[in-house]
Nanobody
Framework: EVHVAESGGGLVQAGGSLRLSCAAS????????IAWFRQAPGKEREGVSC????????YYADSVKGRFTISSDNAKNTVYLQIDSLKPEDTAVYYC?????????????????????????WGQGTQVTVGS
């Protein structure tokens, strides 16, 4: 069983950048797909990006393409989410989650790599607040 923990959130001015980290432990990193979700106050949880560390495959929600970059450091069992050109609407709690790769592959084949129900392991979240 894998455990994931987020860090790196904070208060940033609009136009700034932030890098979130998701550290995984307890199981082989390569056996999972790792995703970032966010939930803003009063809004539904939104999947923003995912990566399969085993081969570096990435996926982004349309709403964040061009500003968000996901990457992994397999030696550190850590996935990063670089967020550039921050906007006030990026304010949310950002969650890291892990899905078993075989399950993720089925959802990905069906065109749903960010479907939340496939992600069994979740972190506690890190708050990102963007000031205008």
């Amino acid at each position: 069983e894998v455990h994931v923990a987020e860090s790196g959130g904070g208060l940033v001015q609009a136009g700034g950048s932030l890098r979130l980290s998701c550290a995984a432990s307890g199981s082989s990193f390569d056996d999972y797909a790792i995703a970032w979700f966010r939930q803003a106050p009063g809004k539904e949880r939104e999947g923003v990006s995912c990566i399969t560390p085993s081969d570096g495959t990435t996926y982004y929600a349309d709403s964040v393409k061009g500003r968000f970059t996901i990457s992994s450091d397999n030696a550190k069992n850590t996935v990063y989410l670089q967020i550039d050109s921050l906007k006030p609407e990026d304010t949310a709690v950002y969650y890291c989650a892990a899905a078993q790769w075989a399950v993720w592959a089925l959802y990905n084949k069906a065109g749903a790599p960010l479907e939340a129900e496939q992600y069994d392991y979740w972190g506690q979240g890190t708050q990102v607040t963007v000031g205008s």
